[in-house]
C-alpha cells in the first residue's frame, strides 16, 4: 500500500493490481490456517487462488503455491496435501475455475472456434518459450 508503483497502476484499471492482491490473500490465508488443514482451508485457498487466475493469470495459482512450498516441505505439514479433503476441495475450486470456459464452449456459435482454455495456455504457458507479441527472451518476467 505504500509503494509507489502499486497506487500508480492501480489507477490504470489494470489488473495487476488485483493478480497481487489474490496472491497476498492466498498466502495470508495459508498462514493463518496452517494448523487446520481441512476441507474449508484447502478449499478457500484454492476458491482465491483460481479467482485470481480468471482476473490476470495462472501466476495466482502458481506464486502462493511456490511461496508456500518451503514451509511444507521444511514443517512436514505436505502430508496433508495427500488427504482426501485436500482433493476434493481442489476439485471443487478447479470446477468453478472452469465454469465460465465450459459456459462460454456451449453458448457460443457453431462457427465460432476460439478456445478459451487455449488462450489461457497461449498467454500463459507458451508465450515464455515461443514469443507472441515480444521479442525479450522467456526470463525477463522473472
Keep these: 500500500m505504500t509503494s509507489y508503483g502499486v497506487l500508480f497502476w492501480s489507477r490504470t484499471a489494470a489488473a495487476d493490481t488485483e493478480n497481487l492482491a489474490t496472491i497476498i490473500l492466498c498466502i495470508l490465508w495459508y498462514w493463518v490456517r496452517r494448523d487446520r488443514p481441512n476441507f474449508k482451508t484447502f478449499l478457500i485457498f484454492y476458491l482465491i487462488a483460481f479467482l485470481g487466475a480468471l482476473i490476470k493469470g495462472l501466476t495466482a495459482v502458481v506464486v502462493p503455491i511456490v511461496a508456500i512450498l518451503p514451509d511444507l516441505v521444511m514443517e512436514k505439514r505436505w502430508k496433508a496435501i495427500f488427504h482426501p479433503s485436500h482433493f ?28 478459451g482454455l487455449f488462450l489461457v495456455f497461449q498467454e500463459n504457458i507458451q508465450r515464455y518459450f515461443l514469443p507472441i507479441d515480444h521479442k525479450e527472451p522467456f526470463y525477463i518476467y522473472l
Excluded at 97 to 110: G, K, N, R, V
Aim: hydrophobic share 50%; with cysteine; glycine share 0%.
Design 88 to 115: 476434493l476441495a481442489l476439485a471443487v475450486a478447479l470446477s468453478v475455475y472452469l465454469a465460465p470456459f465450459i459456459y462460454a464452449s456451449l453458448s457460443c456459435p457453431q462457427d465460432y472456434q476460439s478456445s
